[in-house]
């Protein structure tokens, strides 16, 4: 009992041999008692609630980072395909740009061919019944020339006037 009392007397001499012994206690107390005896579980639940929450919110920012993958992905296929549309657009518009100047000179052909084909029309018509005015003795009545079946015809009151020469 004199070691008893010794410890006791060395304890009360030491200030620091108190919470020593008491923080001591409440660690084997911890060790030994469950969490809800020491008011740790409620560090616990929270820590869990914790954990669970960051759980969902990684599993939510893999699936955006798989979304933006996505979306990026597309937006490269976009930007591919709106790089074709617009070579194929530069190239209709020289397309467009060549048949203007093709169209333009067809015409001014046609324009050529028409004015050709009137002149020798007209040329035609001219020496054709002019002849035939000059030689039939009623021809004096003969003052223009229609065209029907592709053929010229000499008439009086046609639809083209005729312009002979004086003889």
């Known amino acids: 009992m004199k070691e008893v009392q010794t410890a006791i007397n060395s304890i009360k ?9 008491l923080i001591s206690v409440v660690i084997i107390l911890s060790l030994f008692v469950s969490f809800k ?7 616990s639940n929270k820590l869990d609630e914790c954990e669970l929450g960051f759980n969902i919110c990684e599993e939510k920012a893999e699936a955006l980072k798989t979304a933006v993958a996505k979306i ?6 976009s930007k591919d395909e709106v790089s ?8 209709l518009k020289q397309d467009i740009s060549y048949l203007h100047a093709e169209q333009y000179d067809t015409v001014e052909k046609y324009n050529e061919l028409v004015e050709k084909f ?7 018509a001219t020496s ?16 223009s ?4 079946d ?9 639809t083209f006037p005729l312009d002979c020469p004086n003889i």
């Open 13 to 21: 001499n030491n200030k620091f041999a108190v919470p020593i012994i």
């Open 37 to 43: 005896a020491t008011g740790f579980s409620v560090y």
């Open 72 to 77: 990026t992905t597309d937006l490269e296929v």
């Open 84 to 91: 074709e549309k617009t070579d194929t657009i530069t190239d």
């Open 118 to 124: 009137d002149l020798i029309v007209d040329n035609s």
């Open 128 to 143: 054709i019944c002019c002849t035939m005015r000059f030689l039939e003795s009623d021809g004096n009545t003969i003052n």
């Open 145 to 148: 020339f229609n065209i029907e």
């Open 150 to 158: 592709n053929a010229i015809k000499c008439t009086t009151g046609g």
